[in-house]
């Protein structure tokens, strides 16, 4: 590792003023950079002085093991039914999460149909039909 002196001057305005030089130590080929004030070590985040040392190198680009998890987008898988479009945890038994998914769907649904008296009457005819579908579906599920 090779040390990199920064005289003062370089502090963040809302870090404390350093008296006198700051160490940065530099290992370019496992692009290793620690700087004596540990602020990656206590923080996760890059201090001014690595960041300086940085730009002194002429290195443009910050290696992606100083990017730690806490600073990263979280990725969401969801798995969901390939004919209706619904999540996978919708299709167990909370009904709760079923009626929040309906709720919002009418929603877009109401809010385009309420734009003409043509559109209104075409939706309220679809609904007391599809009504009129789940009412004959409980009637075979009890028999």
């Not at 890059?46 to 998890?69: A, E």
């Not at 979280?74 to 619904?86: A, G, H, L, P, S």
């Amino acid at each position: 590792m090779k040390p990199y002196q920064l005289s003062g001057g370089c502090s963040a305005p809302s870090e404390p003023a350093w008296v006198g030089k700051l160490l940065v130590l530099v290992d370019l080929i496992q692009e290793n950079y620690t700087c004596i004030c540990a602020r990656f070590q206590k923080d996760g985040i890059l201090c001014v002085h690595v960041l300086r040392t940085l730009i002194q190198l002429n290195k443009h680009t910050i290696p992606g093991k100083y990017f730690i998890d806490r600073w990263r987008p979280v990725e969401k898988k969801q798995v969901r039914n390939i004919t209706t479009m619904v999540p996978a945890e919708l299709q167990g038994g909370s009904s709760t999460l079923r009626y929040n998914l309906l709720s919002n769907k009418f929603i877009g649904v109401a809010s385009d149909a309420c734009l003409s008296l043509e559109r209104t009457n075409y939706m309220i005819g679809e609904l007391d039909r599809i009504l009129s579908f789940l009412c004959l579906q409980d009637l075979k599920s009890k028999k």
